[in-house]
């Protein structure tokens, strides 16, 4: 649709603001309120997220250092690598897979959400930060603000408390959210769509080859030993599996462009896993059906 004119950018914009702040919120909110969270039951979930991601980080940094990269694109392969798209291709793709199944699985993911995004957001500064990225004056406090004020982390959060209080959401509130909720995921894979049709590869396409193919193909086979190890039911190894399969996340490239690193390696990761992110999820959806 981006490319036959029928949406132009600002249309693309403004679709992307409506799903950020409404669509999204609305049908998290609504599914977190109406789960029955097992909070103890996620802690392995979390634990093979965060130790995929920070193994993931050792093995991008070393695939860096024998590519010989320039200093200024080390932080930007590494965080191209680690941090995937949850809100707009995670969570929706979660929700498909287990749609009809009557499982708890979307309560899962949906606790799991939260601390992740939160890591991807601590990690990625870190790592741009020690691979030479320039501090900007008022950056931290800009990720914090941005962290504190995101709808859908708030969404999320304040759907928990609903859930953990035992409240019933009135019907009308019900039906109003689930009506605005159902748009979320259309919407989201337009602006995908669009976003991809608006980036261009950049840069050193074999450094951005490598980092996409390692974010969607190492990323979730480091995830499925550490579920093979840590455990994880078959459920729980298909939501984190999924997550994990995700492309690199469009927001990386902000955080890239602030602090000064490479803009180019990081448009061109987003672009090339966003590709491969389509066979590499179907095939987890394969093999963990």
């Not at 932080?75 to 969570?91: E, K, M, S, Y």
């Not at 899962?108 to 995004?117: I, N, Q, R």
Request: proline share 4%; charged share 10%.
């Amino acid at each position: 649709m981006a490319r036959s004119g029928f949406l132009s950018t600002q249309a693309l914009h403004d679709v992307n603001r409506l799903t950020y702040w409404v669509g999204l919120p609305c049908a998290l909110f609504y599914r977190t309120a109406g789960a029955s969270p097992d909070i103890a039951g996620v802690g392995g979930l979390l634990l093979v997220g965060a130790g995929a991601t920070l193994l993931a980080i050792v093995a991008a940094w070393l695939v860096a250092w024998l590519l010989g990269m320039p200093t200024r694109s080390h932080g930007t392969f590494i965080q191209g690598v680690f941090r995937g798209n949850l809100a707009f291709i995670g969570l929706p793709v979660v929700f498909y897979a287990f749609a009809g199944t009557n499982s708890s699985a979307e309560d899962s993911a949906l606790l799991v959400f939260g601390p992740m995004v939160v890591l991807y957001n601590f990690l990625s500064v870190l790592v741009l930060l020690v691979a030479g990225g320039t501090m900007r004056r008022g950056l931290l406090r800009s990720v914090s603000y941005g962290l504190l004020t995101n709808p859908i982390l708030i969404s999320c959060l304040a759907g928990l408390l609903v859930s953990l209080s035992g409240w019933s959401l009135p019907s009308l509130f019900q039906r109003t959210l689930t009506a605005v909720g159902q748009m979320a995921l259309p919407l989201a894979l337009i602006c995908i769509g669009g976003t991809l049709h608006a980036t261009r590869l950049r840069g050193s396409l074999r450094f951005a080859l490598i980092g996409s193919l390692m974010k969607v193909v190492l990323v979730p086979a480091i995830g499925w030993l550490l579920a093979w190890w840590v455990g994880l039911s078959a459920e729980h190894a298909r939501i984190m599996l999924l997550l994990l399969a995700c492309p690199t996340a469009s927001v990386s490239y902000v955080l890239v462009r602030q602090l000064h690193g490479d803009e180019a390696l990081a448009s061109s990761i987003i672009v090339l896993s966003n590709l491969f992110a389509v066979p590499a999820m179907a095939v987890v959806l394969a093999i963990t059906a």
